[in-house]
């Protein structure tokens, strides 16, 4: 009966999935491309007003 026992918990632990490792993700990418983003709009507008205003 004692060894049920201490087999007990080992089978428990095989059952548990493995957490698996946390990743690096690149941080800040979304913050760059809304950036980049934002001054290609800003460019064309700029360019856009210009041509309104040689009118």
């Known amino acids: 009966m004692a060894q049920e026992t201490a087999a007990a918990p080992r089978e428990r632990d095989a059952a548990r999935p493995v ?3 946390d990743t690096m993700t690149p941080k800040g990418t979304l913050t760059i491309l809304l950036g980049y ?3 290609i709009i800003a460019l064309w507008g700029y360019m856009y007003l210009t041509m309104l205003a040689r009118r």
């Open 19 to 21: 957490q698996a490792e």
């Open 37 to 39: 983003a934002g001054v």
